[in-house]
């Protein structure tokens, strides 16, 4: 070879190299959890990594492994790995996404703003990225851009999302009377907790105590305000072991159901229903019997959900919510001698549940043992239940009337 001639090309193919896309300035992929004892996820992770050394260029390797990462508790990891996949790959809009999620999980706003603003630099139509944009604005007290970022997802088919975002800008900036004109109807559609609440407080402000402790009223529960987020849902599928298990019951208490029992039939593979009857590993396969019929009941499966109570009760007849979840079913049909069955025997099992007092209670109720029902609220209370405030005041207003069995369903709690 003439190398006096051919060094300039050398250099320029160097040059190129440089500027390319590729492991420059990346380094490794990131190493987190192949150590963990949760076999399963280490396997998973494990298997992520070589694929992600296999592949050093790619971007979506490096960003699938910060998904797993994430959904799977790793944080400090998937935000590096994030960072390293939108280094590789600029034009994929997950990547910045993603970072500016977890960004403001961590508690960082301006942090979750600037990523944020790179992924709708590439894709600036995909409205809950406009949403999360005016809830971090809100978040550091910027309500005008807010209310301007909830606007722009309305435009984009997020309307009545974007209807609730407005309205807390309108708050911020001291518009109690607009934004109570967009709560209203918005509480009557969706029927959501944090909107009555939101409306509640705006109309107290106004003035309207009576209106206000209505809507707070129907807005007593602590469930958060939620949109589908078609992006975030893909880490979803990289949850292993048992972060994979909280996530299920978090979808599942979400009315996610379909997604939830994906979930679990998967770790049943792993974790099959027999376990339940062993003593040794019984705890885990007898928690993920049980949640799947949460979620089949969620789902309106009613038999499958009795099914699988019934069966992992033939396996393991002292495991409690076994019980309650029977006796539950059996409650909704109005069959109240056989909750009483099932309920005394989680009581005997475990006599410091609460939960299972109450239920007791609204059973005894309903059978005309009123005597037996105040006792058993009374120790519901003793125990103290985190709804003792509801026994203690549905009592005070029924135990004169003695209503009838057919009246039990009208309970509000356990």
């Given at each position: 070879?003439?190398?006096?001639?051919?060094?300039?090309?050398?250099?320029?193919?160097?040059?190129?190299?440089?500027?390319?896309?590729?492991?420059?300035?990346?380094?490794?992929?990131?190493?987190a959890?192949?150590?963990?004892?949760?076999?399963?996820?280490?396997?998973?992770?494990?298997?992520?990594?070589?694929?992600?050394?296999?592949?050093?260029?790619?971007?979506?390797?490096?960003?699938?492994?910060?998904?797993?990462?994430?959904?799977n508790?790793?944080?400090?990891?998937?935000?590096?790995?994030?960072?390293?996949?939108?280094?590789?790959?600029?034009?994929?809009?997950?990547?910045?996404?993603?970072?500016?999620?977890?960004?403001?999980?961590?508690?960082?706003?301006?942090?979750?703003?600037?990523r944020?603003?790179?992924?709708?630099?590439?894709?600036?139509?995909?409205?809950?990225?406009?949403?999360?944009?005016?809830?971090?604005?809100?978040?550091?007290?910027?309500?005008?851009?807010?209310?301007?970022?909830?606007?722009?997802?309305?435009?984009?088919?997020?309307?009545?999302?974007?209807?609730?975002?407005?309205?807390?800008?309108?708050?911020?900036?001291?518009?109690?009377?607009?934004?109570?004109?967009?709560?209203?109807?918005?509480?009557?559609?969706?029927?959501?907790?944090?909107?009555?609440?939101?409306?509640?407080?705006?109309?107290?402000?106004?003035?309207?105590?009576?209106?206000?402790?209505?809507a707070?009223?129907?807005?007593?529960?602590?469930?958060?305000?939620?949109?589908?987020?078609?992006?975030?849902r893909?880490?979803?599928?990289?949850?292993?072991?048992?972060?994979?298990?909280?996530?299920?019951?978090?979808?599942?208490?979400?009315?996610?159901?379909?997604?939830?029992?994906?979930?679990?039939?998967?770790?049943?593979?792993?974790?099959?229903?027999?376990?339940?009857?062993?003593?040794?590993?019984?705890f885990?396969?007898?928690?993920?019997?049980?949640?799947?019929?949460?979620?089949?009941?969620?789902a309106d499966?009613?038999?499958?959900?009795l099914?699988?109570?019934?069966?992992?009760?033939?396996?393991?007849?002292?495991?409690?919510?076994f019980?309650l979840?029977?006796?539950?079913?059996?409650?909704q049909?109005?069959?109240?001698?056989?909750?009483l069955?099932h309920?005394?025997?989680?009581?005997?099992?475990?006599?410091?549940?609460?939960?299972?007092r109450?239920?007791?209670?609204?059973?005894?109720?309903?059978?005309?043992?009123?005597?037996?029902?105040?006792?058993?609220?009374?120790?519901?209370?003793?125990l103290?239940?985190?709804?003792?405030?509801?026994?203690?005041?549905?009592?005070?207003?029924?135990?004169?009337?003695?209503?009838?069995?057919?009246?039990?369903?009208?309970?509000?709690?356990?």
């Amino acid at each position: 070879m003439n190398w006096p001639r051919a060094l300039p090309l050398l250099c320029a193919i160097g040059v190129l190299a440089a500027c390319a896309p590729g492991t420059a300035g990346v380094g490794e992929p990131v190493v987190a959890g192949v150590e963990t004892p949760d076999e399963e996820l280490s396997q998973y992770l494990g298997d992520l990594l070589a694929t992600a050394r296999a592949l050093p260029e790619s971007g979506r390797m490096r960003g699938r492994l910060g998904m797993a990462y994430e959904v799977n508790g790793f944080l400090a990891a998937a935000r590096a790995s994030y960072e390293q996949a939108e280094t590789l790959a600029p034009e994929d809009f997950r990547w910045p996404y993603f970072g500016a999620r977890l960004a403001a999980r961590e508690g960082d706003a301006e942090g979750a703003l600037a990523r944020l603003a790179r992924a709708l630099a590439i894709d600036a139509d995909y409205a809950p990225a406009w949403l999360w944009r005016g809830t971090w604005l809100l978040d550091l007290h910027r309500a005008s851009e807010a209310l301007a970022a909830f606007q722009q997802a309305a435009a984009l088919g997020a309307a009545q999302e974007a209807d609730f975002g407005c309205a807390q800008a309108l708050i911020a900036q001291g518009k109690h009377a607009e934004a109570a004109e967009l709560l209203m109807p918005l509480a009557e559609r969706l029927g959501h907790p944090a909107v009555y609440r939101a409306l509640g407080q705006t109309l107290r402000v106004l003035g309207r105590i009576d209106d206000a402790r209505i809507a707070l009223a129907r807005g007593s529960e602590t469930r958060p305000f939620e949109w589908a987020d078609e992006r975030q849902r893909e880490k979803t599928a990289h949850a292993r072991g048992y972060a994979s298990f909280d996530l299920a019951q978090k979808l599942s208490s979400a009315g996610r159901s379909a997604e939830a029992l994906a979930i679990f039939d998967r770790l049943r593979q792993r974790h099959p229903a027999e376990q339940c009857g062993r003593p040794e590993r019984f705890f885990f396969a007898c928690n993920l019997l049980n949640s799947s019929r949460i979620a089949y009941a969620r789902a309106d499966r009613l038999p499958e959900a009795l099914q699988t109570a019934q069966r992992g009760l033939a396996m393991n007849p002292d495991f409690v919510p076994f019980h309650l979840s029977i006796a539950s079913h059996y409650r909704q049909l109005r069959d109240f001698d056989a909750a009483l069955r099932h309920l005394e025997r989680a009581v005997t099992l475990n006599p410091h549940l609460g939960h299972a007092r109450v239920q007791l209670g609204r059973v005894l109720f309903a059978l005309g043992s009123f005597d037996e029902a105040k006792a058993a609220f009374g120790e519901a209370l003793r125990l103290a239940h985190p709804q003792r405030c509801s026994i203690w005041a549905w009592w005070k207003r029924n135990r004169r009337t003695g209503r009838r069995r057919s009246n039990a369903s009208a309970v509000p709690f356990g």
